[in-house]
């Protein structure tokens, strides 16, 4: 990779824009595009090169980065829609694509295999962190592909995040991201209704929480994110469930888990009832709080009073 | 609390010998009994005083201390049972009456409650650690009961556990037990199953794993006793699954949790369900294996070929 | 058995009142007792006698029915609590005790073995129908105990009831009540969700349980009390889920379920989930309604707009 | 629709071939294909006409009958894969495609919007029955299309079953059928853990049956295919879970409710718990035995001894 590649980035929205952003701020060269002219507008200030259509943007590309809502839309501007081509047919040759969005490994590995029969390279690097991680340059990309172009990808990744994993082979990285994110879904389900149930017995969560942070019930969420109300300051439990990561988001997330089980017949019991609980919890109207608002599934009176 | 006081100690299983021993060895007084006398035989070989009977074990006693296997027990000894009064009619005033047995939350309070109004003084004080804790004097107590009667206790707690949590009034210590150990089958659960999926799509569990334990799906057990074997070594999974935190356990506690979820009407979705499979689990045959073989449930052909 | 005994009737709430009225539409002579008088007076006036204390009431008795909120009461009533004996030293020898209280099986085998050993006899026989079925007298009984006490007791029983079934020996009745309840709140939660996925889907509740219903989903719930609004008329869910079998009545006879499958060590995962969500359910304020109401949690927006 | 059309069997497995004799049987013209030749060999025996292509199966047709194992079979049939063009492309105006195969509705809705393009008619015809019912003729049919198609096809589905359905749009005819079987799962397993824990606290699993199925448990498991062993005479529990419906067509079907579920953001936690419990059963060995079979997860020692 050369030292100085020109990088395409497709998919300006929440997380795509700051992640653009901290690529300039690096110094590198980076021409834009999304369907939102305004979004390119906003990067074009900082210092970026705009495009007005994708086959614009990754003229002479050296690297592109996709980040897009879903396995569809990454698809289709690969390997073409019903309407039209993608960018298979006109990426220049040893191009290394990067696709950031979080979709099914499946559509991953499909549009990754096609793109190998044009020479050209792929991986799937979903990321973690959210808009804070996106903003600060500290999010984690988890890289499913070949060594040789997780290597070469390292040093962009670098720029916009701060730890990269590489999970194995192509769409390895979306498999390890819905396995850690399902993982994630039970211990904040597991944290709240066991909280709870100290409360509901007349304990203190503080107190509670810190015996179990220190013994064998230790886990992400209590040691970062408390669900209960004023354990912890600065979590989106002491401020309404406002900020963080949206149970929308990981109920998306869920359903990619899912998806993915029935495909490979796993048996996940504890990874599908998170998912019954947060369709649920946001049929119930909470889908734009924070994942840990789920803990107000269990206090008395959640939703009335 | 004087400061050599005379310690009586019921109940020398596998948990109660080696923490009978470890308060001999910090060179304290111990009158010790156990039903079976081979038990007593033993400590009394290390330098403890032998009693025949409960009666005589409490004889002139500062501090209780009893290790038994369930509330009933529990509570027919201090209670004392249908034939023969218990020991709150012989106990010295200001007694301070430690139990460390794993029961019911009620029955901890009941207990506590008749001898208060004797005069005596009680807390639960429920361990984690097993037998190796005990061994090596590294148990984590949880205590319930009054501020006073826990300071008054942690010298002694001190000479036999490493961690000493007061969680609240009387009650509290076995609360916050099952409701960490409730959460640990939780995590425990939650990433084996993780874990296969992962394996189940083509990861290696080493790569998932280090994955996880640096992401949000961080927890004790992948910290400490990951449940897919060889990928840590010296723990119950790279050694079929023997030593360590019995199945059987588990199933108890789980047993205990729900009692007191139900009792509290709390809602605990994952904990219930954690519950059926561990006693899943024990009815296919497994219930002395250690509780991460609940991987292999997940696992593919895990009880055929 | 003679062919008009004495019946003492112990607890005149919404069920038991309906059902010594009905003994004394049948002409049988009926003492009455509760610890409310007005309760008792308005039995009077239907011709009851009335008694101002059990020991009362269970004068000259040569049956004696019991229908109590839970097994503490029952217990105290015939064994004594800790102020004041039971009837258990007050009975006429052969007297038979029939208890229609919902309550744990330990409970019933502990209060019938005590009795036996006073030479009385003792009947578990929980009921299900509700306060329309006590009003109508088309009660199902399900007994538990020895045959000839069954036989005996089952003219009297036929005065309330409709279905009279003798599940076992003691302790039966209830066991079987709690299966059969239990398994009803997984019909109801399954053939909620069902339907609803078929709605999310586009189908018409109407015409999908109408396919069910002649399909291997057969179930009591899609035949008789459809959960899903305006499908059958005259049913809870076509009146805003008024009347019928209380969300918390179900929450209760969960609860028993689940003390029975910890004692008996089964795995029940349906059952356990069943009992999580209406625990959930009413913590969110829905404990009034009737229990089919659980299939709001599957609708969007049930809780807010 | 014609009075004697001609009918065009595609896909002759162990549901197929049945079927197609069943019209044969009827006096229908019936041209029939399969990958397999001997397939095809054996109804041509029957008086089937017999095709070496689906090219030439189709020629002059006027109803179309598929019954395939999944639904990138049916999308590739009839609207072409990667390597040659579907029968989209070949058949004549105004034919009724009827496809039976158990499939996702979204592949229904895609390959039905497909053929309407080109005047063609499609219902989607999934079955219940099993090969018993396929061969009997007494299969369930759950349409999903236009009135008027499901009125032309209703003759000719009427040699191969007893009861034809309509269930609503193209499609509908594929999400009841999944909603019913998710439904089914959920009676089977909530029916064998009841089952059990009455076995477990002493009852006769007979006699419990009996008392459910006359009370608010009742559910076409208990009336028709109970699974504990030698309650029900000539059910597949009472021949070692020998036929009947399988365990790996249950999780399929259990697979496609998820996907539903998935797509259209619905909560099913009973649906997913019996797909874990289902894909469990089948990982330790079972896919070959009768779904009722998870009756035995329940037991003591179901896989040891």
Redesign the interface.
């Known amino acids: 990779m050369q030292s100085n590649p020109k990088i395409s980035f497709i998919g300006l929205g929440n997380m795509g824009a700051p992640m653009a952003l901290n690529l300039l701020k690096a110094g590198m060269q980076v021409c834009v595009f999304d369907l939102m002219p305004q979004a390119v507008a906003k990067l074009v200030e900082q210092g970026a090169s705009g495009a007005a259509s994708v086959l614009e943007v990754v003229k002479d590309a050296d690297v592109v980065i996709s980040m897009l809502p879903a396995g569809k839309h990454v698809e289709a501007l690969y390997l073409g829609s019903e309407q039209h081509g993608g960018l298979i047919s006109v990426l220049a040759k040893n191009c290394l694509v990067i696709d950031s969005s979080t979709i099914d490994?499946a559509t991953a590995q499909k549009v990754g295999k096609a793109l190998a029969t044009q020479g050209l390279r792929f991986i799937d690097a979903p990321v973690?962190g959210g808009v804070g991680g996106a903003t600060a340059g500290t999010l984690?990309f988890?890289v499913g592909g070949e060594q040789q172009d997780y290597q070469d990808a390292l040093p962009v990744l670098q720029l916009m995040g701060k730890?990269i994993?590489?999970?194995?082979?192509l769409?390895?990285g979306q498999?390890?991201k819905i396995?850690?994110?399902?993982?994630?879904s039970?211990?904040m389900?597991?944290?709240s209704?066991?909280?709870?149930?100290?409360i509901?017995?007349?304990?203190?969560p503080k107190?509670?929480s810190?015996?179990?942070l220190?013994?064998?019930?230790?886990?992400?969420t209590l040691?970062l994110?408390n669900p209960c109300p004023d354990v912890m300051p600065n979590v989106p439990s002491s401020k309404a469930y406002q900020g963080g990561f949206m149970v929308d988001l990981m109920?998306k997330d869920l359903?990619l888990?899912?998806?993915?089980?029935?495909k490979?017949?796993?048996?996940?019991?504890?990874?599908?009832?998170?998912?019954?609980?947060y369709?649920?919890h946001?049929?119930?109207?909470n889908g734009q709080l924070d994942f840990s608002s789920i803990f107000s599934?269990?206090?008395?009176?959640?939703?009335?009073?």
Chains 1, 2, 3, 4 share one sequence.
């Open positions: 490994a973690s984690t988890i730890n994993f590489h999970a194995g082979a769409g390895a498999v390890a396995c850690n994110n399902m993982l994630l039970v211990l389900v597991g944290t209704e066991a909280l709870q149930l100290a509901d017995n007349g304990l203190d107190v509670v810190d015996i179990m220190q013994s064998s019930g230790r886990n992400w040691e994110y109920k359903g888990a899912m998806d993915t089980a029935v490979s017949q796993s048996s996940t019991p504890m990874g599908s009832l998170a998912q019954s609980l369709a649920m946001s049929l119930q109207g599934m269990f206090s008395k009176h959640s939703n009335k009073d």
